[in-house]
């Protein structure tokens, strides 16, 4: 079974940073691509960015130029650098790995950003 931890949420005030790490207990070149998902209170779960093993990236609109997603394959680890941070980024943030048709998920670190 593949697990996924994150880590790294937490408060933080509007204009700040944080930086989420998704470990993982599989080789991540296995996976086709892996993506970071959010969901605030009373919302659907969104897209944030997603990375694939040639490192192509694609982010959701309200993230764009604000946050990076990255990889370390060999750490097996993918990382979500979060700037500029905005109160409508509060959310809980979930890690997600995808091969072929096989998707797993992380339980998501919470992200509140508040002054």
């Known amino acids: 079974q593949v697990q996924l931890v994150e880590s790294g949420g937490g408060l933080v005030q509007p204009g700040g940073s944080l930086r989420l790490s998704c470990a993982v207990s599989?080789?991540?070149?296995?996976?086709?691509?892996m993506s970071w998902y959010r969901q605030a209170p009373g919302k659907e779960r969104e897209l944030v960015a997603d990375?694939?093993?040639?490192?192509?990236?694609h982010y959701g609109d309200s993230v764009k130029g604000r946050f990076t997603i990255s990889r370390d394959n060999a750490k097996n680890t993918v990382y979500l650098q979060m700037n500029s941070l905005k109160p409508e980024d509060t959310g809980v943030y979930s890690c997600k790995a995808r091969s072929g048709l096989s998707v797993y998920w992380g339980q998501g670190t919470q992200v509140t950003v508040s002054s």
């Open positions: 599989r080789n991540i070149l296995s996976f086709n691509d």
């Open positions: 990375i694939t093993i040639s490192r192509n990236t």
